[in-house]
T-cell receptor, first 114, second 115 residues
Framework: GAVVSQHPSRVICKSGTSVKIECRSL??????MFWYRQFPKQSLMLMAT?????????EQGVEKDKFLINHASLTLSTLTVTSAHPEDSSFYIC??????????FGPGTRLTVT | KQEVTQIPAALSVPEGENLVLNCSFT??????LQWFRQDPGKGLTSLLL?????REQTSGRLNASLDKSSGRSTLYIAASQPGDSATYLC??????????????FGAGTTVTVRA
């Protein structure tokens, strides 16, 4: 089956630094990837839609200058949290859409900003 | 804007009991509805996907029904086992716009099956 990986699975960083999270589709090409954020005991909230070779589309209320998304190839999208603050601590999950429009989810990245 | 609600938020049952998880959505114009399982600190595993034209889907002990007109879906898990303990998420994809593949998620139902 289709597999999506994320790296790293956990990251702890200091306030003010930037963190990059990678999302890869391992056995299929994904023209579209999605980035979600999940706070404890809450649902997944879509942050942005990432299209290969073009700018990401951000959901209302998501700062595009803070959450930089790059979808440079059909198998890789990256999310960079710039100048991270403790309130950015969350569980970030990506998903990738295959040619049949099915979405496959990565295992998530736990970000802790101290 | 599509709103997805899941009730109850948490559920604890003894092993062997059947589970009934509810999901409701405000906009009935959906393309499909999907049920996911999420273990603590992990990503999502797709369980069942129901197209808007379907009434139910089954996989093993799992059965999901869809009543699009009333904006409801129910996930049934028969003969629950401790390994079924997890959070179950419901997500809908809207029918419009057609090229919009976004999913709207409910907050989930956290299930605990006691041995």
């Amino acid at each position: 089956g289709a597999v999506v990986s994320q790296h790293p699975s956990r990251v702890i960083c200091k306030s003010g630094t930037s963190v990059k999270i990678e999302c890869r589709s391992l056995d299929f090409q994904a023209t579209t990837m999605f980035w979600y954020r999940q706070f404890p005991k809450q649902s997944l909230m879509l942050m942005a839609t990432s299209n290969e070779g073009s700018k990401a589309t951000y959901e209302q209320g998501v700062e595009k200058d803070k959450f930089l998304i790059n979808h440079a190839s059909l198998t890789l999208s990256t999310l960079t949290v710039t100048s991270a603050h403790p309130e950015d601590s969350s569980f970030y999950i990506c998903s990738a859409r295959d040619q049949f429009h099915e979405q496959y989810f990565g295992p998530g990245t736990r970000l802790t900003v101290t | 804007k599509q709103e997805v609600t899941q009730i109850p938020a948490a559920l604890s049952v003894p092993e062997g009991e059947n589970l009934v998880l509810n999901c409701s959505f405000t906009d009935s114009a959906i393309y499909n509805l999907q049920w996911f399982r999420q273990d603590p600190g992990k990503g999502l595993t797709s369980l069942l996907l129901i197209q808007s034209s379907q009434r139910e889907q089954t996989s093993g002990r799992l059965n999901a029904s869809l009543d699009k007109s009333s904006g409801r879906s129910t996930l049934y898990i028969a003969a629950s086992q401790p390994g079924d303990s997890a959070t179950y998420l419901c997500a809908v994809r809207n029918a419009r716009p057609l090229n919009d593949y976004k999913l709207s998620f409910g907050a989930g139902t956290t299930v605990t099956v006691r041995a």
